[in-house]
């Protein structure tokens, strides 16, 4: 991230349609996952692209505390990891994860995996997010693991001796992080173990991400309509060289970019395959008139004179919701978002976030329980505050280029997920053709 960045940072006009080729780092998704699988794999796997953050260190430095041997060279983004073959090295760790949700959940997983005691921890926000589930899940299948506070939140403690086998039942409408967690150590359970889902499970493209991971480690996840999930008995993880693909959530401000400014953007190396659900953002770009070209190795947005309305559920694309909503102003119509409540319970509660700040800056918007719809609108400039929130600080940004004057409060917060945010974005901003 560039240095002595003012707080707050006001946003350059874009003059403009912004045209630019963008190279983003690696996916926090595939990061996340592919760190405590090599842990788990037998021998020594390198991976590379690895996304250099606050959450991806927070998960490589647990990893270390648990004994495992981390090598890692963040200025290559490559990490190599000695593997222990399903077993935790350390009889004991105390870890702060800051306010990585998934690092809190996967390793709260992977800790019944070990023999000993086990404290995983957290920021002030990452005290009040849910865990409940996990841990319920967990205590029924005869896990000794608690909320130490009782309110289902950070801190937890397990006394861990082993993952027993059988069924953990979870409600599936709260986080997809909670089955993803399971499933990743599934293989090492002393028992066969499933893993079955009460109810819809949201944002069910991560467990394709964490499927698609394990499978490159030698291990197939198994699921029947994300409704039940296992493995099948006797497979292991297997070490080898991973190269971890560019983050599509990160993708999702830049093609937002190309909309709102009417330029056309790329992102290079982001297939349309992608299993990363974020990469559909495109298609609701696409349904408000954006031109979408997929090729095969990337794609290309190129945005309209005018944005229209959309009508959209986006729960599988929920990490997408605040890029959408504050380009939402700009559309011709309503922006109507749903399906999307357990986005209440992120970094901050989403919803109630994005509401408050786009009426700080003029917009009309209606919030519902599930969601929100924006209104057409012509923006005020005022100081977005993000709530220690990354994705309010980049989804704000890309508004800040229509919107002179406007400002973004705490914008290091960035660091969470894309510290070098502002490297990529500020310099689009002053190569905008003049003319909109």
């Given at each position: 991230?560039?240095?002595?960045?003012?707080?707050?940072?006001?946003?350059?006009?874009?003059?403009?349609?912004?045209?630019?080729?963008?190279?983003?780092?690696?996916?926090?998704?595939?990061?996340?996952?592919?760190?405590?699988?090599?842990?788990?794999?037998?021998?020594?796997?390198?991976?590379?692209?690895?996304?250099?953050?606050?959450?991806?260190?927070?998960?490589?430095?647990?990893?270390?505390?648990?004994?495992?041997?981390?090598?890692?060279?963040?200025?290559?983004?490559?990490?190599?990891?000695?593997?222990?073959?399903?077993?935790?090295?350390?009889?004991?760790?105390?870890?702060?994860?800051?306010?990585?949700?998934?690092?809190?959940?996967?390793?709260?997983?992977?800790?019944?995996?070990?023999?000993?005691?086990?404290?995983?921890?957290?920021?002030?926000?990452?005290?009040?997010?849910?865990?409940?589930?996990?841990?319920?899940?967990?205590?029924?299948?005869?896990?000794?693991?608690?909320?130490?506070?009782?309110?289902?939140?950070?801190?937890?403690?397990?006394?861990?001796?082993?993952?027993?086998?059988?069924?953990?039942?979870?409600?599936?409408?709260?986080?997809?992080?909670?089955?993803?967690?399971?499933?990743?150590?599934?293989?090492?359970?002393?028992?066969?173990?499933?893993?079955?889902?009460?109810?819809?499970?949201?944002?069910?493209?991560?467990?394709?991400?964490?499927?698609?991971?394990?499978?490159?480690?030698?291990?197939?996840?198994?699921?029947?309509?994300?409704?039940?999930?296992?493995?099948?008995?006797?497979?292991?993880?297997?070490?080898?060289?991973?190269?971890?693909?560019?983050?599509?959530?990160?993708?999702?401000?830049?093609?937002?970019?190309?909309?709102?400014?009417?330029?056309?953007?790329?992102?290079?190396?982001?297939?349309?395959?992608?299993?990363?659900?974020?990469?559909?953002?495109?298609?609701?770009?696409?349904?408000?008139?954006?031109v979408v070209t997929r090729g095969e190795h990337d794609m290309t947005v190129t945005g309209p004179e005018r944005l229209g309305g959309i009508d959209v559920d986006m729960r599988d694309i929920s990490d997408t919701v605040q890029t959408l909503a504050a380009i939402a102003?700009?559309?011709?119509?309503?922006?109507?978002?749903?399906?999307?409540?357990?986005?209440?319970?992120?970094?901050?509660?989403?919803?109630?976030?994005?509401?408050?700040?786009?009426?700080?800056?003029?917009?009309?918007?209606?919030?519902?329980?599930?969601?929100?719809?924006?209104?057409?609108?012509?923006?005020?400039?005022?100081?977005?505050?993000?709530?220690?929130?990354?994705?309010?600080?980049?989804?704000?940004?890309?508004?800040?280029?229509?919107?002179?004057?406007?400002?973004?409060?705490?914008?290091?917060?960035?660091?969470?997920?894309?510290?070098?945010?502002?490297?990529?974005?500020?310099?689009?901003?002053?190569?905008?053709?003049?003319?909109?």
């Amino acid at each position: 991230m560039p240095t002595n960045l003012p707080d707050p940072l006001t946003i350059p006009h874009a003059c403009g349609p912004v045209h630019a080729r963008v190279r983003l780092p690696g996916s926090k998704s595939y990061t996340n996952r592919a760190l405590p699988i090599a842990a788990l794999a037998r021998g020594t796997s390198t991976l590379r692209g690895a996304l250099d953050s606050d959450d991806t260190r927070y998960m490589a430095d647990a990893l270390q505390r648990l004994g495992f041997a981390v090598d890692a060279d963040w200025e290559s983004a490559t990490i190599r990891i000695e593997g222990r073959d399903g077993t935790i090295p350390a009889s004991g760790a105390t870890l702060f994860l800051g306010n990585s949700g998934t690092s809190v959940r996967f390793l709260t997983a992977l800790a019944t995996l070990g023999i000993g005691t086990f404290r995983i921890d957290g920021t002030e926000r990452m005290r009040q997010r849910p865990l409940a589930p996990l841990i319920d899940g967990l205590a029924a299948a005869g896990v000794d693991v608690r909320s130490e506070t009782g309110n289902g939140c950070p801190p937890v403690v397990t006394r861990a001796g082993g993952l027993p086998g059988g069924a953990i039942r979870m409600p599936g409408d709260v986080s997809s992080q909670y089955f993803s967690a399971l499933a990743m150590v599934l293989p090492y359970a002393q028992e066969p173990l499933e893993i079955l889902v009460d109810g819809e499970l949201v944002s069910r493209p991560y467990i394709d991400i964490t499927a698609a991971t394990m499978r490159s480690f030698g291990v197939e996840l198994h699921h029947e309509g994300y409704r039940r999930l296992w493995v099948t008995d006797g497979q292991r993880y297997v070490a080898r060289e991973y190269v971890i693909e560019p983050d599509a959530s990160a993708a999702s401000y830049f093609y937002a970019l190309a909309a709102v400014t009417g330029g056309t953007v790329a992102v290079e190396h982001l297939p349309p395959t992608s299993a990363q659900g974020d990469v559909t953002f495109v298609d609701a770009l696409e349904r408000m008139g954006c031109v979408v070209t997929r090729g095969e190795h990337d794609m290309t947005v190129t945005g309209p004179e005018r944005l229209g309305g959309i009508d959209v559920d986006m729960r599988d694309i929920s990490d997408t919701v605040q890029t959408l909503a504050a380009i939402a102003p700009f559309a011709e119509s309503p922006v109507t978002i749903r399906n999307v409540k357990h986005i209440r319970y992120k970094e901050t509660d989403r919803i109630s976030a994005l509401v408050t700040e786009l009426r700080r800056i003029g917009v009309r918007v209606d919030e519902e329980e599930d969601g929100l719809t924006v209104h057409p609108s012509t923006p005020r400039p005022a100081t977005v505050q993000t709530y220690f929130d990354h994705r309010m600080a980049m989804s704000f940004a890309i508004a800040g280029t229509r919107i002179p004057g406007l400002s973004i409060a705490d914008p290091g917060c960035v660091s969470k997920t894309v510290p070098n945010f502002w490297d990529l974005l500020l310099p689009l901003l002053g190569s905008s053709e003049p003319g909109r």
